[in-house]
């Protein structure tokens, strides 16, 4: 039996934290650690109201750290349902820092979190399909399809070009790079 469409709103998420001391790395700005853990919670937390199950994550897509976040920012991490398949949901996340001083906000990076809801038998599990209300909810749905049959593109055409890929007839390439061939390669295999 198909499951009752469930809107974006139903499980926006936001996930709020200081920047203490502590999540500074040697340099005095937050481990990056620290914010890729707060995104995999968020997601979690989102995806699992949408599909009132266990989720576990699969993959993660696109974190860039585009600006430093500081200690003493306030973070809110905002994560909305952009996707789903049958049992997997994409979960879009907008981190925004904000330094409390200043009241200045600014966007550190979006991410997308691939989770996967999980049955009572550990087993992937059918998710509720997405009601969307807007053209923003359309668009991001079709976005997340874009991007993830270009990802699977990526993964063939990798494939395909690593089976090929021999040492022996990339040295030259190899030496153009920063880097130095350390070994004799006359022996190797073709
Ligand atoms: C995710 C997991 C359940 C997939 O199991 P599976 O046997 O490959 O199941 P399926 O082939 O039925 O795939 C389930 C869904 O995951 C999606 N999926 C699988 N691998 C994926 C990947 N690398 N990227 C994006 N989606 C993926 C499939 O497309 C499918 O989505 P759909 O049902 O919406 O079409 C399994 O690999 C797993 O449990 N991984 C460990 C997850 C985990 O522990 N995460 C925490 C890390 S510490």
Redesign the pocket.
Same mark, same amino acid.
């Given at each position: 039996m198909e499951l009752a469409a469930r809107s974006v709103r139903f499980s926006e998420t936001t996930l709020t934290e200081l920047m203490i001391p502590s999540y500074a790395n040697f340099g005095g700005k937050i481990h990056g650690g620290i914010l890729l853990s707060l995104i995999d919670k968020v997601a979690y937390a989102c995806a699992s109201r949408h599909a009132s199950t266990y989720c576990?994550?699969? #993959?993660v897509d696109a974190v860039d750290f585009l600006q430093p976040v500081e200690v003493g920012d306030l973070v809110s991490l905002m994560a909305s349902v952009n996707y789903?398949?049958?049992? #997997?949901l994409v979960i879009g996340i907008k981190v925004i820092a904000e330094n409390v001083r200043d009241g200045v906000r600014r966007h550190t990076n979006t991410s997308y979190v691939?989770m996967?809801a999980?049955g009572d038998d550990d087993k992937?599990a059918l998710v509720p399909p997405l009601l969307l209300e807007n053209e923003g909810d359309a668009r991001r749905f079709l976005e997340a399809m874009k991007r993830?049959e270009l990802?699977e593109a990526y993964r063939d055409a990798f494939d395909s070009a690593k089976s090929v890929m021999h040492i022996s007839n990339n040295i030259e390439k190899l030496s153009a790079q920063r880097c130095v061939i350390g070994w004799e390669t006359k022996e190797l295999p073709k």
């Amino acid at each position: 039996m198909e499951l009752a469409a469930r809107s974006v709103r139903f499980s926006e998420t936001t996930l709020t934290e200081l920047m203490i001391p502590s999540y500074a790395n040697f340099g005095g700005k937050i481990h990056g650690g620290i914010l890729l853990s707060l995104i995999d919670k968020v997601a979690y937390a989102c995806a699992s109201r949408h599909a009132s199950t266990y989720c576990v994550t699969v #993959s993660v897509d696109a974190v860039d750290f585009l600006q430093p976040v500081e200690v003493g920012d306030l973070v809110s991490l905002m994560a909305s349902v952009n996707y789903v398949g049958r049992t #997997s949901l994409v979960i879009g996340i907008k981190v925004i820092a904000e330094n409390v001083r200043d009241g200045v906000r600014r966007h550190t990076n979006t991410s997308y979190v691939t989770m996967v809801a999980k049955g009572d038998d550990d087993k992937p599990a059918l998710v509720p399909p997405l009601l969307l209300e807007n053209e923003g909810d359309a668009r991001r749905f079709l976005e997340a399809m874009k991007r993830k049959e270009l990802k699977e593109a990526y993964r063939d055409a990798f494939d395909s070009a690593k089976s090929v890929m021999h040492i022996s007839n990339n040295i030259e390439k190899l030496s153009a790079q920063r880097c130095v061939i350390g070994w004799e390669t006359k022996e190797l295999p073709k």
